[in-house]
């Protein structure tokens, strides 16, 4: 089971009545998440998490065109995977962080990330998280990063 069918599994638990209910506020709603990842399940599967918990989030492709919606749209939060066609998360992040240095950024990776990629990760982003991601971790990464002036906030 991949850490995508795992979070999803997660989240059909919450689903049961009673168990888990979604405050849709003006400022969840208004929020625009990015999330970048070229393999389509995680991607969704981000996109499927951020809706349920109250967010509205855009999905990209690759690097590339992530950093088309970036500055054409100026999410409030990007959730990016580091290796990607076109152009990777680190130099996605790099660049962002030039023209839309107030956007934070968490990074998700699989486990085989050598130490300097992680700290370069960690210095660029807000938040960092191995894949399989846990959702309770990164749902804390989520509502952290979203608070206002959260930029300069550090790897979790």
Request: aromatic share 6%.
């Amino acid at each position: 089971m991949d850490w995508v069918d795992a979070t999803l599994a997660g989240l059909a638990r919450t689903m049961q009545p009673g168990y888990f209910r979604v405050e849709v506020t003006a400022m969840t709603a208004a929020k625009f998440i990015l999330v970048a990842d070229d393999d389509e399940p995680s991607r969704e599967g981000l996109k499927l998490l951020l809706s349920r918990w109250g967010y509205s989030a855009e999905t990209a492709v690759d690097g590339a065109d992530a950093l088309h919606h970036a500055v054409t749209r100026h999410p409030a939060l990007i959730i990016t995977d580091l290796h990607m066609p076109k152009m990777d998360g680190l130099e996605l992040l790099r660049t962002v962080q030039a023209s839309l240095p107030d956007v934070p950024a968490i990074v998700v990776a699989g486990t085989h990330e050598g130490s300097r990629t992680k700290t370069e990760a960690g210095q660029l982003a807000f938040g960092y998280l191995q894949k399989p991601v846990e959702v309770t971790r990164l749902k804390g990464l989520v509502k952290a990063a979203m608070e206002p002036g959260s930029r300069s906030g550090g790897s979790a």
